[in-house]
């Protein structure tokens, strides 16, 4: 079990810890006047955007549609009206030419469109050069600004002019353009509401979300870490959600790793440091040389003890705050595990330590991080080292497509409801705490980390030499 830390000591790690996740979170929040107003403010720059981009668009499809369709309904307008200009120019021809202006009077109140004659010499002002070359080739042009059609009598200097077509003795034509104007206007209204009623609909959930993912991030800037954004009703930001929320666990896991390491770390360093300066009172009072060595050692050890625990803490802070990429590769894992027991044999000093892979294939290859295993492995050993009475035995075994490294010692166990609570940080029983075999509580929770990295896990049972039995189990790829 972990030792007592002191309130305060708790309290200020985890003040330190809030402050620093706050200020990591420190976001600046546009303080908005309402929901309501933003809301609506919202969706009108959204509907005003949209809309004048669809308008816009349309407009432009429809210059464009028309621009292309200007030679088709030009060419429908010459036949259609080729047959009248014929009829008129003949029965012209057949009048003298000083009576054609009389002429075409008469005929111009006969029709619903204005009839009228001109020189040739004052349309070069009037009409592009494509329209006139198409007048002089004897061609009809047609003049769009002004809806007139333009027909050269013959090979005389007059041009027959018939138009404007929208004249006022022809009302149909005359109200044909503010009738497809209102039209068209209705139109673009109905458009223009149907869209803002589905753009509101589908604006208001957005807004939703954005508001729940506002307030969370206010929460969490203001250190509420509980604080997690609700299922987003639009697909559109529920990635976004998912996001806040798992990055709102991470920052909570990694502030408690903090307040952990710190509250632990802390207590852990008391011992050491009072030893040595206990050691060093006495190093002052007194003149034995034998006394002084012993002080002197004493002192050694607790430099190594706090090495130690600065190296092992390094360790399992750099695996709770961002699990390192495993870089497998094969190895056969015989001849690995005994090299890794052998590297640790001479501190087990007198016990016996013994290696078993007789249920093993001589050629198993395993793939696995040459870098990490070895730490979850030492540590077992070193565990089984400080409790062990005279016997160690390792083990492996090849179960179905899952590999298992056992770790027995013939100490004096782990009370089943225990099994589990050790390899959390921190944590040992209660008999571990003299000087002898006193950890820290870190190597079981580094050996789990480095487990988890490879798809495994670690665990504790009873051993059938008596003691404890530590397992390694992760999945075999050969």
Not at 356 to 384: C, F, G, H, Q, V
């Amino acid at each position: 079990m972990t030792g007592t830390e002191s309130p305060s000591g708790d309290a200020g790690a985890k003040e330190r810890s809030q402050g620093l996740a706050r200020s990591l979170f420190r976001v600046s929040l546009p303080r908005w006047r309402g929901g309501r107003y933003s809301l609506s403010k919202l969706f009108f720059n959204f509907y005003l955007l949209a809309m004048g981009s669809f308008v816009a668009i349309a407009f432009t499809a429809d210059f464009v549609i028309s621009t292309a369709q200007r030679g088709i309904t030009d060419d429908y307008a010459r036949r259609f009206m080729r047959g009248t200009i014929t009829l008129i120019e003949d029965e012209l021809f057949r009048q003298p030419r000083s009576s054609w202006p009389r002429k075409i009077k008469d005929l111009d109140e006969k029709f619903s469109y204005r009839l009228d004659i001109t020189e040739r010499i004052k349309l070069d002002r009037t009409l592009t050069p494509l329209q006139v070359e198409k007048l002089d080739a004897g061609d009809i042009a047609i003049d769009h600004d002004g809806d007139i059609m333009y027909h050269r009598l013959g090979t005389s200097s007059q041009v027959l002019v018939v138009g404007p077509l929208a004249s006022s003795r022809n009302p149909e034509l005359k109200d044909r353009l503010p009738l497809e104007l209102r039209l068209r206007l209705l139109t673009w209204s109905l458009t223009g509401l149907i869209f803002g009623v589905a753009l509101w609909f589908w604006v208001r959930p957005v807004w939703r979300d954005l508001e729940s993912l506002r307030q969370t991030a206010r929460d969490l800037g203001d250190g509420d870490f509980e604080a997690r954004s609700p299922p987003a009703r639009s697909q559109l930001f529920a990635p976004l959600s998912d996001t806040m929320n798992s990055m709102a666990e991470r920052v909570q896991q990694l502030l408690a790793t903090h307040r952990e390491l710190a509250c632990g770390i802390s207590h852990e360093l008391r011992t050491p440091i009072a030893r040595m300066r206990f050691a060093l009172e006495m190093l002052s009072e007194t003149e034995e040389r034998e006394e002084r060595e012993r002080l002197w050692a004493m002192m050694e050890d607790d430099l190594d003890e706090l090495d130690h625990l600065i190296d092992t803490s390094l360790t399992y802070a750099r695996f709770e705050r961002e699990a390192p990429e495993p870089h497998f590769s094969s190895v056969n894992f015989c001849e690995w595990l005994m090299d890794e027991v052998d590297s640790v044999r001479l501190l087990g000093r007198k016990l016996n330590v013994a290696v078993d892979t007789d249920n093993l294939p001589e050629s198993l290859n395993i793939d696995l991080d040459r870098k990490a295993m070895p730490y979850a492995l030492r540590n077992l050993l070193r565990n089984a080292f400080k409790y062990a009475s005279k016997e160690i035995k390792v083990s492996a075994e090849l179960v179905g497509d899952r590999i298992r490294i056992h770790v027995d010692d013939d100490g004096i166990g782990i009370p089943p409801e225990e099994r589990e609570h050790i390899f959390s940080a921190f944590t040992r029983l209660d008999r571990s705490r003299d000087r002898a075999t006193g950890g820290y509580g870190l190597g079981l929770a580094i050996a789990r980390r480095v487990l988890e990295l490879h798809g495994g896990t670690a665990t504790a049972d009873a051993a059938p030499l008596g003691g404890a039995r530590f397992t390694l189990d992760w999945k075999a790829h050969q």
